[in-house]
C-alpha cells in the first residue's frame, strides 16, 4: 500500500479550505448519504445537501468550515457554477473516505465475497484502532481509514505465522528489483568520481 496524502485542498472565492477524510467524516457521511457508491453517485448528481455535509464534517477548522459553507450558500455566482467548481475535487475526497486510492489499480482478485455494510467496516477500523493498537478513541476518530488500514497490514505482517499474499510478494519482488537497479547506479557513480 503506498502512503499518500489525502487531503483535498479548495479554494473557493479567495478561500482556501482543506478536507480531511477522518474515520468520523466517512461515519457521518456514511450514516446520512448510504455507502460509498450513493455517496459518490450523489456527488456526480451535484447533491447540494451533500456538498454542504462533506464540507460540514470534513472541514476541521471551524472558521474555515463557516466560509466554506457561506460560499456555498451566499456565493454570488450561480449555485450550479459553484457545485460544478468543487465536484471533482469532492468525488475524489469521497474515495478517500471510502479508503479508496484513486490512482491505484482496483483489486479485482476476490470480488466474490460478501458485500459488508460500510458502516460495519468503519466500526471494525474503529474497533482495531483502539482495541488492538490501543489508539485513543479521539486518534482513531481522527485518523483516515487509509490510516488505520495500513497500520492493520503492518500489525499484521508483525504477526506469528504471517504469510505474505501474492500480491505482498510481488510488490517485494519489485521493490527488491528497484534496489539493485539503485545499488548498481550509486556503484557506478562512486566509480566515476574516482
Not at 140 to 149: D, L
Not at 162 to 187: C, I, K, N, W
Amino acid at each position: 500500500m503506498r502512503l499518500l496524502d489525502e487531503d483535498t485542498i479548495l479554494k473557493l472565492d479567495g478561500t482556501t479550505v482543506r478536507l480531511r477524510p477522518t474515520l468520523r467524516c466517512a461515519l457521518k457521511i456514511s450514516e446520512a448519504h448510504g455507502e460509498p457508491v450513493d455517496f459518490c453517485g450523489k456527488i456526480l448528481k451535484n447533491n447540494v445537501t451533500l456538498i454542504g455535509d462533506l464540507f460540514a464534517h470534513g472541514i476541521e477548522d471551524e472558521d474555515k468550515r463557516r466560509d466554506a459553507l457561506a460560499w456555498l450558500s451566499y456565493s454570488p455566482q450561480p449555485l450550479r457554477k459553484r457545485v460544478e467548481h468543487v465536484a471533482l475535487d469532492l468525488y475524489i475526497f469521497a474515495l478517500h473516505l471510502a479508503g479508496i486510492d484513486p490512482d491505484e489499480k482496483p483489486n479485482t482478485s476476490n470480488s466474490s465475497g460478501t458485500s459488508m455494510k460500510f458502516n460495519r467496516t468503519l466500526a471494525e477500523l474503529f474497533g482495531f484502532a483502539t482495541g488492538v493498537l490501543h489508539w485513543s478513541p479521539e486518534s482513531a476518530w481522527s485518523a483516515t481509514p487509509r490510516e488505520i488500514a495500513h497500520a492493520m497490514h503492518v500489525w499484521r505482517r508483525t504477526q506469528p505465522g504471517y504469510e505474505p499474499t501474492e500480491e505482498e510478494r510481488d510488490e517485494q519482488a519489485r521493490e527488491q528489483a528497484l534496489d539493485s537497479t539503485f545499488d548498481r547506479v550509486g556503484l557506478q557513480a562512486l566509480k566515476n568520481l574516482a
